[in-house]
């Protein structure tokens, strides 16, 4: 047998304790997110092709769940719960919409908002820039923009955008990066 072995005698490791951590707050931010989506859903409708949306956004920086709510026909408000390795980022926009290229279910969008996170020690890919090294937990803060277009396939609750996403980050820098975003939701009316 190995000398060098022993267990832990029941006691939980850092690593476990700070995994465990992690997870309870991942759980408590989606049930929040889920909740003001649903509370947004029971509210009455407006003239936009469609009133809310939740769906999925993939982009340079993060993966996660989007929740999009028009506020009349040309403004949406549009939250984004985004993981990313050893960290997760809350990303609110607020959005402009307009008809593109005269086409009724094309819209041009932009619009700018802020995020706020945190992110554990590791490397991270910067767009446009070197990697960088994060030595220990770090609180991520900024400003954010959004420039893209998305299109209602005709017939069907699928909405699907591609964009591109500047961020000042403030915390972490300052520093600018610009990455792409691709989104696919599913629309209320």
Avoid at 134 to 145: E, K
């Amino acid at each position: 047998m190995n000398s060098n072995f022993r267990p832990n005698n029941g006691r939980k490791s850092k690593f476990c304790r700070y995994l465990h951590k992690h997870l309870i707050m991942k759980k408590t931010a989606l049930l929040l997110i889920v909740s003001a989506f649903i509370l947004l859903l029971q509210q009455k409708a407006n003239a936009q092709s469609y009133n809310y949306a939740g769906g999925l956004k993939f982009s340079g920086y993060e993966n996660g769940i989007s929740g999009k709510y028009f506020l009349n026909e040309n403004t949406a408000l549009e939250g984004v719960l985004g993981f990313r390795k050893h960290g997760m980022v809350l990303t609110g926009l607020y959005e402009i919409h307009q008809t593109a290229f005269n086409v009724a279910d094309l819209k041009f969008y932009y619009g700018f908002g802020a995020h706020l996170g945190s992110v554990g020690s590791g490397y991270y890919q910067r767009y446009g820039s070197d990697d960088e090294y994060y030595n220990s937990s770090s609180i991520l803060l900024g400003a954010d923009g959004v420039l893209g277009l998305e299109y209602v396939i005709p017939q069907s609750p699928i909405a699907i955008s591609v964009d591109l996403n500047p961020r000042l980050e403030l915390a972490r820098g300052p520093f600018f990066d610009l990455a792409p975003g691709l989104g696919i939701k599913y629309t209320f009316k």
